[in-house]
C-alpha cells in the first residue's frame, strides 16, 4: 500500500511539473554549432554551441553562444532567418568586433575582450536579446522590434545562428536552430 501511495504520489508530482512546462511558454534553444553544417560547408576545427532561453512572455531571449578552436580570428556571430541548406539575411546580432560592428541601434557584446586577455578564437559571449536589437526584414515580414515574428520563425525551425571568422567570412561554424520544445507546448 506505502509503495501504492509514493508512486501516486511521485506520478502526480511528475505530472505537475509537466504541466507547468507547458504552461509557462518558456523556450530552451541548445544547438552545436560545426563547419558541416555551414553554407557551403567548411572545413574546420572550430565548433561552437548556442544556448538561450526565451522568456515567457516572448519579450526576451537569454544566450549564451561559445566557439573554440576557430581557423581564423571571430569578426562576428548573428542569428539568420533561413530554411535549412540556405542563407539568409541578419536579424539578430549576437556579437561583434571592431572590425564587424553591429548596426547602430542595436549593443550586442564583444566577441572578444583583448585586454581581458580572452581569446579571438576560443570564447564565451552572453547577452540579452530585445525587441530593439531586431534588424528589419520587409522581404521575410520583420518590421522593426518585432521580435515576436523572428521568434515565429525560429520555432518554426527557419533560422539559424552561425559565427563568423577572418578564414571564413560568410561564416566558419553554422547550426540550425530547431524548437526542440515544440512537442511541449
Known amino acids: ?19 507547468w512546462a507547458h504552461n509557462n511558454n ?4 541548445r544547438e552545436l554549432l560545426t563547419g558541416v553544417q555551414e553554407v557551403p560547408v567548411v572545413s574546420t576545427t572550430g565548433s561552437g554551441t548556442f544556448r538561450a532561453e526565451i522568456s515567457r512572455d516572448g519579450d526576451e531571449i537569454e544566450y549564451s553562444l561559445s566557439f573554440k578552436r576557430l581557423e581564423g580570428d571571430v569578426r562576428m556571430s548573428h542569428i539568420h532567418i533561413a530554411p ?11 556579437c561583434q568586433t571592431a ?28 547577452g540579452v536579446i530585445r525587441a530593439s536589437d531586431v534588424i528589419p526584414q520587409p522581404t521575410n ?13 525560429i520555432r518554426a525551425g527557419k533560422s539559424y545562428v552561425n559565427v563568423h571568422s577572418a ?19
Open 1 to 19: 500500500m506505502k509503495k501504492t501511495v509514493v508512486l501516486t504520489a511521485l506520478v502526480l508530482a511528475i505530472g505537475a511539473g509537466l504541466a
Open 26 to 29: 518558456h523556450r530552451s534553444i
Open 84 to 94: 535549412a541548406q540556405n542563407t539568409g539575411p541578419i536579424v539578430l546580432w549576437l
Open 99 to 126: 572590425a564587424n560592428p553591429a548596426p547602430a541601434g542595436t549593443n550586442p557584446p564583444q566577441c572578444f575582450n583583448a585586454l581581458a586577455s580572452e581569446s579571438p578564437r576560443t570564447n564565451t559571449v552572453t
Open 141 to 153: 515580414g520583420i518590421g522593426p522590434n518585432e521580435l515576436a515574428e523572428v521568434l515565429a520563425l
Open 167 to 185: 578564414m571564413s567570412p560568410a561564416g566558419e561554424i553554422r547550426s540550425q536552430i530547431e524548437d526542440h520544445d515544440h512537442d511541449k507546448r
